[in-house]
C-alpha cells in the first residue's frame, strides 16, 4: 500500500470508513500534487509540511506539529521517514505501510553511501515500529526474513483495494482515449519502469517469435527513461513500430482507467515480491491478466489470473495464443477478475485499516495477534 492509497487514491474510501469521534489529519509537503481535490469533511484536516521530510529541519518541524495535535497514531508508507519523537507526556505509536523495497535496498539513485544510510535508517524505523502493515504474506514473510523473526508479532496483513476510477468503459470512452495517445485498435499492456525493464524482455521475446499471432501492438506503461532502457531488445525481438510507450504521468486517472480497459491482455511479468497494483487495475476493468508464477502472485490472485515461468519465453507466447484461440477461456478469465475485484474495494480496505488504528490505539501488536488467533484458529 502506497502513501497515495491514503492520500489521493482512496479518497472515496475515507468518508464511509470513518466512524463518529475519529479524526484524521493528512501531513503532506508543501509541493505534493493531488490528481483528486482535498476531501471536505470536518473529521479530516490538511497540513502542508514547509521543510523536506528526511532533514534535521523535517524531523524538527514533524516534532512541532505532533506535540500541537496530540495524535494517538502516525501512519506512513515511507520508512524512510523519521517518526515524532515520543516525549514523556505523549506517546504517538507508529505505524509503516510497506508494498516494496525501496527502501530497504536503497534507492535506484544516489550514491553508495548513500543508499547505506538509507537502507540503515529504513532498518532501524521498522524494528521501533508498533506496527508494520503489508499486503500480503510475501511481503510479511520477506519483511521477517529480512529484519528478523521477532519482527513477526508487529506484522499486520491489509489487502489492498481498487479505486472506483478502475472499471470497464464504454467502447466510446476508450476510442477517445486510443484517438488522444494514438494506440491501435487491439493492443496488449505492459506496466513497468526503467529500473525493472529487464523483466519484459521474455515476454518482448515470445511475442516477436510468435507466429499464431499477427500483427501484435504493445502499450507499455512507464517512465520517461524506459524507452532507452529497452530500445535494443525491441530491435532485437523484431518489434519495431510494434511498441508505443506512454509516460505514466502525463495521463489522467479516467485515462489510465480507459487505457487498462481497452487492452486485450495485461502482461506483467514482474518476480518482485512487491505488490504489482496493475493486477488489480486491470481486473477491475474488465481486461485477463497473464502475471509471472511467484509467491505473490499465487498468494494473492490465486485462478483468478493465469500464472507462467517468468523467463520462460515459450511459456508467454503459448499462454497468448490460448487466449486469443479461446474465445471461452478469455471470457471466463475476465469474469473471474471482475469478481475478484469486486472483493477488493478501496472501501473495504479503508475500513480494515482505520478498525485496526483504533485497535491499536488501545492494544499492543502482539495482543491484537492473540485476539486474531483466538478468533480464526
Same mark, same amino acid.
Given at each position: ?55 534535521? %529541519?523535517? &524531523?524538527?518541524? !514533524?516534532?512541532? =506539529?505532533?506535540?500541537? /495535535? +496530540? @495524535? ?77 523473526? %521477532?519482527? &513477526?508479532?508487529? !506484522?499486520?496483513? =491489509?489487502?489492498?483495494? /481498487? +479505486? @472506483? ?109 512487491a505488490y504489482q497494483p496493475s493486477i488489480l487495475r486491470a481486473m477491475a ?93
Open positions: 500500500m502506497s502513501a497515495g492509497i491514503y492520500l489521493a487514491d482512496m479518497v472515496d474510501a475515507f468518508l464511509p470508513a470513518l466512524q463518529e469521534g475519529d479524526q484524521v489529519t493528512i501531513l503532506m509537503a508543501l509541493k505534493s500534487y493531488l490528481p483528486w481535490e482535498q476531501i471536505e469533511h470536518p473529521a479530516v484536516h490538511y497540513l502542508f509540511a514547509r521543510e523536506t521530510p528526511c532533514t534535521a %529541519a523535517g &524531523r524538527k518541524e !514533524l516534532n512541532a =506539529i505532533v506535540q500541537r /495535535i +496530540h @495524535p494517538d497514531l502516525w501512519w506512513t508508507a515511507d520508512a524512510a521517514l523519521t517518526p515524532p519523537a515520543k516525549t514523556r507526556r505523549h506517546s504517538v505509536k507508529s505505524v509503516f505501510a510497506i508494498e516494496d523495497f525501496r527502501h530497504l535496498y536503497g534507492s535506484a539513485h544516489g550514491s553508495g553511501l548513500g543508499k547505506w544510510w538509507q537502507r540503515r535508517r529504513a532498518r532501524q524505523h521498522l524494528l521501533k515500529a508498533d506496527a508494520i502493515v503489508c499486503p500480503n504474506k510475501a511481503i510479511a514473510a520477506h519483511l521477517a526474513h529480512r529484519l528478523g523473526i %521477532a519482527l &513477526r508479532h508487529r !506484522l499486520v496483513m =491489509i489487502p489492498s483495494g /481498487i +479505486h @472506483p476510477v478502475f472499471r470497464v468503459h464504454q467502447p466510446d470512452e476508450i476510442l477517445q482515449m486510443r484517438r488522444k495517445w494514438l494506440i491501435p485498435q487491439r493492443y496488449l499492456l505492459m506496466v513497468s519502469t526503467s529500473v525493472t525493464a529487464h523483466y519484459l524482455t521474455p515476454v518482448l521475446e515470445a511475442l516477436g517469435t510468435n507466429t499464431e499471432v499477427s500483427s501484435i501492438h504493445c502499450v507499455i506503461l512507464g517512465d520517461t527513461k524506459l524507452p532507452n532502457t529497452l530500445r535494443e531488445t525491441i530491435r532485437d525481438c523484431h518489434l519495431n513500430g510494434l511498441v508505443r510507450f506512454i509516460d505514466n504521468d502525463k495521463l489522467s486517472p479516467a485515462e489510465l482507467s480507459a487505457l487498462y480497459s481497452g487492452a486485450f491482455l495485461l502482461f506483467e511479468p514482474s518476480q518482485d515480491v476493468c474488465g481486461t485477463p491478466v497473464i502475471c509471472a508464477a511467484c509467491a505473490a502472485n499465487e498468494d494473492v490472485f490465486k485462478q483468478a489470473v493465469l500464472r507462467v515461468h517468468p523467463t520462460d519465453t515459450r511459456e508467454w507466447s503459448q499462454a497468448l495464443s490460448t487466449f486469443t484461440l479461446s474465445a471461452i477461456l478469455y471470457e471466463r478469465q475476465v469474469q473471474r477478475g471482475l469478481a475478484f475485484a469486486a472483493t477488493a474495494t478501496s472501501t473495504t480496505m479503508a475500513k480494515t485499516s482505520f478498525a485496526f488504528a483504533r485497535r491499536l490505539c488501545t492494544s499492543t501488536p502482539s495482543e491484537i495477534r492473540r485476539q486474531d488467533r483466538a478468533a480464526h484458529p
